[in-house]
Nanobody, 122 residues
């Protein structure tokens, strides 16, 4: 089994910064993609940022230039540095990883963290 533990959420003022971290542990052969999603009250979960094993990064338009995703392959961790925070960034943030089965590389599995609350308010 694979476990994801997130940390770093909390309260920030508009214009402030927070850094989220997610550590994956357990039976992990290879992680293809690591992602951060978020879900605000009454809204659907949305993909915020993703980073591949080759360090290719993608962001939702609303966070481009403000958020930076990074990963440490040796430690199986992914982080999300969030700067210039806005009230509309308020949401529960979820870490997600896509792993490859060690026997059959065509078998892909997704795992989720428990979520961490980010609140941006003055």
């Amino acid at each position: 089994q694979v476990q994801l533990v997130e940390s770093g959420g909390g309260l920030a003022q508009p214009g402030g910064s927070l850094r989220l971290s997610c550590a994956a542990s357990g039976s992990i052969f290879r992680i293809n993609v690591m992602r951060w999603f978020r879900q605000a009250p009454g809204k659907e979960r949305e993909l915020v940022a993703a980073i591949t094993s080759s360090d290719s990064r993608n962001y939702v338009d609303s966070v481009k230039g403000r958020f930076t995703i990074s990963r440490d392959n040796a430690k199986n961790t992914v982080s999300l540095q969030m700067n210039s925070l806005k009230p509309e960034d308020t949401a529960v943030y979820y870490c997600n990883i896509e792993t490859v089965d060690p026997i059959n590389w065509n078998i892909i599995r997704n795992y989720w963290g428990q979520g961490t609350q980010v609140t941006v308010s003055s």
